[in-house]
């Protein structure tokens, strides 16, 4: 979404496709407002076959992206002006029949499972967008892509969104967050692989006067981890719930640290992701404890935030510990990282990429 604001505000005709499924989780919810991007592009939503409601599984997630497939096959098809950027290999694989301009932002190679279609389509791919350094290697080393044809450029940030100006008394009055205690905050999905359990079982190593709480989730996660929190009869857990994007920020400023604690059980989480999560947190102005992963040191080392063991819950508790107990060397973290994170806006990382483009020989001016 960021992406497409940000050629739009570049003087672009932009349009995103995206499949017409059904999820009552997002009935009548607005996705410029719920995301905080302007609407100065279109999105277009196209027909697929979407048995995941009935049937959920990898058979109906298979069958939903290879509908997805063909339908923006024909809503492109005749376009031959348009440059066509993708997020997932998966989406380009009929598309990349037409031999168009083509553009593919690499997020996660899913590569154990889908190879042989990655190097169908990445034989097509004019230029690729790598989110971090360890990709722009395995690309090189496992699929001979020339340097030249990539772009090394990580997830960004809209950092005035972030970096609101409000106190922290304040963010927690209009949450109506309790002001005598010491938040210990995560933002985003309840999916395995962010290592959300460690998180979790970190509850147990905490001080009486340390919450967790956690923002965020599909409605089926946040259940889960309701009826696992009122079964461990758990006192210092808070599951907040999904809120909209825009009130992320707000949440950000009210916390006293916020956690990144991705596993390490899992290549996407090691090695492969660049997490919008982290700028956020970077441009927030709070503390961060984050995983010891390398994925996570392609953005930010020891200067910058406190690093706690993947997967292990009082690792966690310790490295939260230690954020309060030297408020000095906090302070020091994240006064760097919102030096650093300044490289890491969405309107560099957009213009760079249009550069990248003009570079390949496809135009870019409006």
């Keep these: 979404m960021k992406t497409c604001e940000g050629f739009a505000r570049s003087g672009h005709e932009v349009e995103l496709l995206v499949p017409w499924r059904r999820n009552p989780a997002f009935h009548g919810v607005d996705p410029f407002s719920h995301h905080g991007i302007e609407k100065n592009f279109r999105i277009r939503r ?11 599984g990898s058979s109906s997630f298979y069958i ?32 990349s029949f037409l031999r168009r301009p083509m553009t593919l932002e690499i997020h996660d ?35 001979s892509i020339p340097v030249f044809r990539m772009l090394h450029q990580p997830n960004a940030v809209d950092i005035d969104m ?62 889960k981890f309701k009826i696992k929190s009122e079964k461990l009869k758990v006192k210092n857990i808070v599951i907040a719930g999904r809120r909209p994007h825009a ?35 970077m441009a927030s102005g709070r503390p961060i404890i984050a995983s010891d992963l ?7 080392d020891d200067s910058m935030v406190f690093f706690a063991e993947a997967d292990i819950p009082s690792s966690f508790a310790r490295a939260i510990h230690t954020a309060f107990a030297d408020p000095k060397e906090t302070d020091q973290r994240v006064e760097r990282g919102s030096r650093e994170v300044q490289k890491y806006s969405w309107e ?14 496809f135009p870019t001016k409006p």
């Design 64 to 95: 939903l992206l290879a509908s997805f497939n063909v339908s923006a096959f024909f809503s492109v098809a005749f376009r031959r002006r348009a440059l066509l950027y993708f997020h997932d290999a998966r989406d380009a694989a009929l598309i």
């Design 294 to 300: 390398p994925s996570i040191r392609n953005i930010v």
């Design 162 to 223: 972030f970096s609101i100006d409000i106190s922290q008394r304040e963010a927690r009055e209009k949450l109506s967050l309790p002001l005598d205690k010491k938040i210990v905050l995560y933002t985003g999905h309840l999916f395995g692989w962010k290592g959300v359990q460690t998180l979790f079982d970190a509850h147990q190593f905490l001080n009486e006067d340390e919450i967790l709480y956690f923002v965020g989730g599909t409605d089926e996660d946040i259940e």
């Design 247 to 281: 009130e992320i920020p707000m949440w950000l400023r009210a916390a006293d640290i916020l956690v990144l604690p991705n596993t390490s059980k899992d290549e996407a989480s090691r090695v492969e992701t660049s997490p919008v999560k982290l700028f956020e947190y």
């Design 46 to 56: 196209i027909p697929v076959i979407d048995l995941l409601g009935v049937f959920p």
């Design 348 to 361: 560099k990382r957009n213009a760079a990429i249009l550069e990248f483009v003009r570079s390949l020989g």
């Design 109 to 143: 190679f899913y590569k154990s499972r889908i190879e042989a279609l990655n190097r169908f389509v990445f034989r097509r791919i004019s230029g690729f967008i790598v989110t971090n350094r360890i990709k722009v290697e395995a690309l090189k080393n496992d699929f």
